[in-house]
């Protein structure tokens, strides 16, 4: 069966977890995973202010997940701290417009026509990019174009022959193997096939090296913005799958950042918050913030 390219590659960043421990402060019940005490969102916003990256895993259509991440940034620039915001929502080949926009050179209207902002953006990414360039902070644009990486998952990797190096990660470590293939195939439902293709990858392989690509590419702007702005935080806005338990763009992060203090945040929609499953919050992330899933949407 054929699957629609685009429909596959949305569900690597929608794929989100299932819970761990709680406390809430307004909507939002944050939890801190190691001691399972439910915190108040303040309390964590102060934790996660010594960190150099921060990563906020999210589900990218729930309403409240957009208005813990708004909460979140704007405490960290009420408390003082430089930040950095770099978003899997925006592709390296647009960061110009978006320098000329953080620095308050482009109208919004020109930005949004050459940015190609993702169609919740107005809704849920402009707030962030809003809070940023009050605080004039940098904003950074971490993924890889679509484009490319919808050929890497058509043709392999013999498709970045054509592609500016400036536009993805220059180091890439992606064999098909380890805890995150077998999740990232477990999340595809076998839906990539097991036939090889030309170059001996199978499907499952190349929609995965897309995947990889995004990582290493969001992992090497993150490196950048921290070479860039060493005294600053790196707040990294990603779809869950791409973080949770630490994989993903989070060890090739660590990677490259060794000594990095790194923290993770998982945003959870659910029916109620205060009743949510706890089940292997631990392995998810540092904290997981539960907020109420908007009425109609699938729990996860």
Known sequence: MRVHLTALLALFCLASARPASSQTTGAFVAVHTRSGHTIPFAQMVDSLALHDVVFLGEQHDDPQTHQAQEALLRMLGERGR?????????ERDVQPVLNEYAAGRLSESDFMARARPWPNYASDYRPLVEIARRNR???AASNVPRSVASAVSRGGWAALDTVPPALVAAERRCAPEGEYFRRFG???GGMGGHGAA???????????????????TMAESIHRARQTWPERMVVHVNGGFHSERRLGVVERTARRLPAA????????????PERADRTDAAALADYVVFTRAKRGSAAP
Do not use: H, N
């Open 137 to 139: 902070w940098p904003v």
């Open 82 to 90: 430089d930040v950095v915001l770099a978003m899997e929502m925006f």
């Open 261 to 272: 203090r790194i923290a993770t945040v998982l945003m959870v929609p659910v029916p109620d």
């Open 186 to 188: 477990e999340a595809m």
């Open 198 to 216: 030309a170059g001996g990858e199978s499907p499952l392989e190349r929609f995965y090296a897309a995947q990889c690509l995004k990582d290493e």
